[in-house]
Nanobody
Framework: QVQLVESGGGLVQPGGSLRLSCAAS????????MGWYRQAPGKQRELVAL???????NYANSVKGRFTISRDNAKNTVYLQMNNLKPEDTAVYYC????????????WGQGTQVTVSS
């Protein structure tokens, strides 16, 4: 069982920045593909950014050029740097861990609220 704990959410004005962190309890953190998802009220959960075990990254078109995902395997932590935030980025952001080896278990954090408003 892997515990994921997100932090760093909050209220920010449009154009501002936030950095989300997700600390994982997994002793083999480096074998997990890590992702950030978000869910706005009345909408489905969507992928925001993904980072593989080899540090390849993938982003939703809506956040490309503004958000950066990174990982620190020594600290069992994945980050999401969010710049030039827009009101449409308002959502609950969830950390996801997917094991890249059998068994392909998946875990979710409890979520952290990000609100972009003036």
């Amino acid at each position: 069982q892997v515990q994921l704990v997100e932090s760093g959410g909050g209220l920010v004005q449009p154009g501002g920045s936030l950095r989300l962190s997700c600390a994982a309890s997994a002793s083999t953190f480096s074998i997990y593909v890590m992702g950030w998802y978000r869910q706005a009220p009345g909408k489905q959960r969507e992928l925001v950014a993904l980072i593989t075990t080899g540090d390849s990254t993938n982003y939703a078109n809506s956040v490309k050029g503004r958000f950066t995902i990174s990982r620190d395997n020594a600290k069992n932590t994945v980050y999401l740097q969010m710049n030039n935030l827009k009101p449409e980025d308002t959502a609950v952001y969830y950390c996801n861990a997917r094991r890249s080896l059998v068994p392909y278990d998946t875990y979710w954090g409890q979520g952290t609220q990000v609100t972009v408003s003036s």
